[in-house]
């Protein structure tokens, strides 16, 4: 059963810049598609960004695009996300994720009924 595990969350300044680390224990990650996503107070939880199993292909939405840098090292059972140039609105918890059936299809990797397994989440703050 994979377990994952976030962390590198906290509080910055606006402008500034976050790395988050998924870990995975239980399985090993590179069986697995990995989305990133986040949940404001009083809001849904939206996605971030997307890696294939392989990390040949990324995925990013409106917000996250030109911002967030998604990587994995599979040898390591890590996955990451890079964000900068962090806003106010980038405030929330956020969670990697992996599919139910270990991958998703590319049109589909920002819908999180498609995912299974989740992390406990990491909390970032963005203070203006």
């Known amino acids: 059963q994979l377990q994952l595990v976030e962390s590198g969350g906290g509080l910055v300044q606006s402008g500034g810049s976050l790395r988050l680390s998924c870990a995975a224990s239980?399985?090993?990650?590179?069986?697995?598609?990995i989305g990133w996503f986040r949940q404001a107070p009083g809001k849904e939880r939206e996605a971030v960004s997307f890696?294939?199993?392989?990390?040949?292909?990324?995925g990013y939405t409106d917000s996250s695009s030109n911002r967030f840098t998604i990587s994995r090292d599979n040898a390591k059972n890590m996955v990451y996300l890079q964000m900068n140039s962090l806003k106010p609105e980038d405030t929330a918890i956020y969670y990697c994720?992996?599919?139910?059936?270990?991958?998703?299809?590319?049109?589909?990797?920002?819908?999180?009924?498609?995912?299974?397994?989740w992390g406990q989440g990491t909390q970032v703050t963005v203070s203006s």
């Open positions: 994720a992996a599919p139910r059936l270990n991958f998703v299809e590319l049109s589909e990797w920002a819908q999180a009924e498609y995912y299974e397994s």
């Open positions: 239980g399985s090993t990650i590179r069986n697995y598609d």
């Open positions: 890696i294939t199993h392989t990390g040949d292909r990324v």
